[in-house]
């Protein structure tokens, strides 16, 4: 899909057929986030129909997904780089939406349990194929707004799980689907995963529609184990790897953190009620993550042709800087600034991931591209989801503040992530700028 000499082309000229990609490429990993998040609204009809308890509820919403997840994505990222993207995304979303249907049928607790280790399996397939593919059907200067767009659909997903399902939930309530045979004899939060799950299982003929492009270089015969190794051997670029994933692993635990307590902060410090919580995040965060994918990634594309694998580096630092930058916002009293705040902060961190999956697809071999960017997701999603929460609350009773003071909690917790983010970021791309390793390809090119 490379279309003429990239000094020809503005950001909103692409290539022929490239529209309908980059709509699958949103509209995919948005209907996968759904899928993720959607027990978070039905985990209260779901604990009083199925006597769960608290511990048991917050179990089923976090640990089986992630830790399924983290050691699925390896794997498939080394057959994203090995097989046919288009294929293993088909049953990928096959997998995470059968894990949905299973929920809404569940008897118990461990049959949930199980049903959320499935969804994690399936969506584990979801970023190395796309950043595979990605890399295998734009031009490199192109990558960055295709990565963008991919964003976009994550963080529309992310912030529209919760509308969607309280959508559907009174709808559920009200009789809506009480003729459809088989989903009308269940109990309305049933109904709610029963109903979500079936544009998962669409997902494969949407694909139907794309074409799986060519590899760009062939995959090492030495399997699985070769790949890995190759990895490894490219010393240069393997620095700079871990060093991404260090970066983009702090900014998850910020990330993470400032999700699960701003509700908390509206709350205690603005006493909001928790629809107006809901709605409000709600918006900020849509918007924030419609904007933040196409500034991550054309800008990823300007300093790309221009500098060929460092460019998104420099997306990278830039968003690193201004997510910093915004924390002090959070602890002005003003509830207009805390909602900047968190505005710019979705941008920011939006940006910074996009481009950091958009240095793996311009700077990796072909070969390398699915295993690379799953290291990204798995190291991030471990640490950001695990120590996030966590951080906060102990800065919050470590340094005694009030309950009400979450917001000096935040800033204490995520500014230092933010500053050793900042620290890496500035190294990667130091050592980047040096190398003479090839890592900074011709504009439109993969590194061989």
């Known amino acids: 899909m490379n279309a003429g000499p990239a000094r020809l082309r503005r950001w909103w000229q692409l290539p022929e057929g490239s529209h309908w990609l980059l709509f699958v490429l949103f509209l995919v ?18 604990s009083l129909e199925l006597a769960i308890s608290d511990t048991q509820a917050s179990l089923l919403q976090g640990p089986p997904f992630a830790v399924a997840y983290a050691l699925m994505v390896i794997p498939m990222g080394l057959l994203a780089d090995r097989a046919n993207r288009l294929l293993l995304l088909s049953l990928g979303a096959l997998v995470w939406s059968l894990g949905t249907l299973l929920c809404g049928v569940a008897t118990g607790f461990g049959m949930l349990f199980f049903a959320r280790i499935v969804v994690g399996v399936g969506e584990a397939a979801l970023t190395p194929a796309v950043v595979s593919f990605i890399g295998d059907s734009f031009a490199g200067d192109r990558r960055g707004l295709a990565m963008g767009v991919f964003f976009m659909g994550i963080n529309a997903g992310f912030s529209s799980a919760y509308a969607i399902g309280g959508l559907t939930l009174e709808a559920a309530q009200a009789g809506f689907f009480q003729l ?38 062939m995959p090492e ?71 933040g994918g196409p ?37 002005t009293g003003s509830l207009w600034l805390v909602y900047a705040a968190t505005w710019l902060w979705v941008i920011a961190l939006v940006s910074t991931t996009a481009s950091a999956y958009t240095f793996i697809a311009v700077a990796a071999p072909a070969r390398l591209r699915g295993v690379a960017s799953s290291a990204v997701a798995s190291v ?13 609350a102990l800065a919050l009773e470590q340094f005694a503040f009030s309950r009400e003071r979450v917001d000096l909690a935040i800033i204490v917790a995520a500014l230092p992530l933010c500053a050793a983010a900042l620290c890496l970021a500035t190294a990667v791309w130091r050592i980047n700028r040096r190398s003479p390793l090839g890592l900074v390809p011709a504009p439109g090119k993969a590194t061989e």
Do not use: K, M
């Open 29 to 46: 990993p948005l209907i996968g986030y759904v899928h993720r998040l959607i027990i978070n609204i039905l985990i209260e009809p779901i």
């Open 180 to 217: 459809v045979p088989l989903v009308g004899e269940l109990a309305p939060w049933r109904q709610v995963f029963v109903v979500l799950s079936v544009p998962g299982f669409l997902i494969p003929l949407l694909l139907l529609s794309l074409r799986e492009p060519s590899r760009q270089d």
């Open 221 to 291: 015969p030495g399997g699985s184990s070769g790949t890995l190794a190759l990895l490894f051997q490219r010393s240069t670029f393997t620095v700079v790897l871990l060093l991404v994933v260090l970066v983009i692993s702090l900014l998850a635990v910020a990330d993470n953190g400032i999700y699960a307590w701003l509700p908390r902060l509206l709350s205690r410090s603005y006493a909001l009620a928790p629809g107006e919580i809901g709605i409000a995040l709600g918006v900020i965060v849509a918007i924030g993550g419609l904007v």
């Open 295 to 331: 500034v991550g990634g054309n800008l990823s594309d300007y300093f790309s042709r221009r500098s060929g694998a460092a460019g998104p580096l420099l997306v990278v630092l830039l968003g690193t800087v201004a997510a910093a930058c915004v924390l002090p916002l959070y602890a």
């Open 380 to 392: 991030s999603s471990l640490i950001g989801l695990g120590l996030g929460p966590t951080v906060i």
